[in-house]
Nanobody
Framework: QVQLAESGGGLVQAGGSLRLSCDVSGLDLRTYRMGWFRQASEKEREFVAQISRGGDLTYYADSVKERFTISRDNAKNTVYLHMNSLKPEDTAVYSC???????????????WGQGTQVTVSS
């Protein structure tokens, strides 16, 4: 059974930092690209970042470039999202997901976690 479990969300003040983790079980993480998405209240799901299988290639939404960093540890079956200089507009539920190719579209991702809430206060 494939499971993706996000953790690390919480309440943080603007300008602060958080590190999200996505623990994956039931599949060989090395065979998948991994992505992070977010969904704010009453808004559509939005692409945040993607990392290649080996971790050598990363892609970011313009809104998070230079502030967020995606990384992975295949030995631990874990993907991370380091978020710095957080802004109130970063408030959302953040979810990780698996992919087999580069894409920013949620429909191109297969397995999803339940998400973790990130709230940034001003």
């Amino acid at each position: 059974q494939v499971q993706l479990a996000e953790s690390g969300g919480g309440l943080v003040q603007a300008g602060g930092s958080l590190r999200l983790s996505c623990d994956v079980s039931g599949l060989d993480l090395r065979t998948y690209r991994m992505g992070w998405f977010r969904q704010a209240s009453e808004k559509e799901r939005e692409f945040v970042a993607q990392i290649s299988r080996g971790g050598d290639l990363t892609y970011y939404a313009d809104s998070v470039k230079e502030r967020f960093t995606i990384s992975r540890d295949n030995a631990k079956n874990t993907v991370y999202l380091h978020m710095n200089s957080l802004k109130p507009e970063d408030t959302a539920v953040y979810s990780c997901a698996t992919a087999t190719a580069y894409s920013t579209r949620p429909q191109d991702y297969g397995y999803w976690g339940q998400g973790t809430q990130v709230t940034v206060s001003s």
